[in-house]
């Protein structure tokens, strides 16, 4: 089914809790509803896609079409005998899926419990936390174009890195994911030696897929704030990471500093440290601050704008600057 709306307020459909307005908003349910809508040409430019809108920050209103998949769904497409293939429609919202997995004993999702989005976002953006990242489980996207060509592209196809995918090119705006496919295991696999899951599963007598979701959602409960509460986007910046070189001039000044080695010549260092060391921890600039529990949030204090946002995003990416010569890049999507 399809439903449209004119003159369509976007605050519900973002994290942000930002106060715009769309001139047109489409909601579908299914692939032929988008075959549909793009055959009568209801998509009228400029468009834009989204999905739970935790990644969005609307700078102002959208003069144009914002669409929203509404494609659900969870299916076994195959099994082996160690693993577990499984399609999820774009619009079936993340931490249920999740849920899901972990309520069937299948093992690589775990660790991505309670990121608010939904699984078309999942693929758009590389979604990742403690040690996990979406393309570990992915195996392949299902897409229809604006001009509706459909293709699957392979997860090599997907060019996946941190926080990135192919589909966040430019020349890909108009690709719209309907399916995404996952391989999940059925042997235990753990990753546990990422931020403090390990000490927080020290209350628990042993390991096991319900335990370590649990966990992760404690760890999370204490550092993010609940988007129905406090408007947030989650991490609002992404890590930087850094050649070798500059991570041992930096270890040299600031013994301390915490870090993860990406490769032999590349290490990440979390955004949040650079932040606090900046002083913008439970700061405020304006209707907006940076969280007191996680410097890496940025939080709506009620009534904040997007150019509120904008400003504290720029000072403290402008500190972090002065202060370490790193740049810090939002991970939201900044809609000007």
């Keep these: 089914m399809i439903h449209e709306y004119r003159n369509y307020p976007l605050r519900a459909h973002n994290t942000l809790g930002i106060e715009a307005m769309a001139s047109h908003f489409i909601e579908y349910d299914a692939v032929d509803d988008i075959r549909l809508l793009i055959t009568q040409k209801h998509i009228q430019t400029p468009y834009l896609h989204i999905g739970g809108g935790s990644n969005l920050l609307f700078a102002n209103n959208y003069n144009g079409t914002v669409l929203h998949s509404c494609i659900r769904g969870i ?18 919202i993340w931490d249920e899926f999740v849920q899901y997995c972990v309520n069937h004993e299948w093992y690589g999702a775990e660790n991505l419990s309670d990121i608010p989005g939904e699984v078309g976002a999942s693929a758009v953006q590389n979604i990742g936390a403690y040690g996990v990242e979406a393309k570990d489980i992915i195996t392949r996207v299902e897409t229809i174009s604006v001009n509706g060509v459909e293709r699957v592209f392979s997860a090599d196809e997907c060019n996946f890195s941190y926080r990135h995918s192919v589909f966040k090119e430019p020349s890909l705006k108009g690709v719209f994911i309907t399916y995404v496919h996952y391989k999940l295991s059925k042997i235990p696999v753990y990753k546990l030696d990422y931020g403090s899951i390990r000490e927080e599963l020290k209350k628990y007598s042993c390991f096991t897929l319900k335990n370590i979701r649990q966990a992760i959602l404690d760890i999370r409960n204490v550092k993010l704030p609940d988007p129905k509460v406090l408007g947030n986007a989650g991490s609002f910046f992404m890590n930087p990471i850094v050649p070798k070189d500059i991570f041992h001039h930096l270890l040299t000044l600031y013994p301390a500093m915490p870090y993860y080695e990406v490769d032999a010549e590349r290490v990440k260092i979390p955004a949040g440290w650079l932040i606090e060391q900046c002083g913008w921890k439970g700061k405020s600039l304006g209707n907006v601050r940076m969280y007191e529990k996680q410097a890496l949030v940025l939080v709506n204090n009620g009534g904040a704008s997007g150019a509120e946002v904008i400003a504290l995003c720029e000072a403290v990416r402008n500190s972090v600057r002065e202060k370490f010569n790193i740049e810090i890049k939002p991970e939201v999507k900044i809609l000007t």
């Design 75 to 92: 299916e076994v497409t195959g099994e082996t005998k160690d693993d577990v293939f499984l399609k999820a429609g774009a619009g079936v």
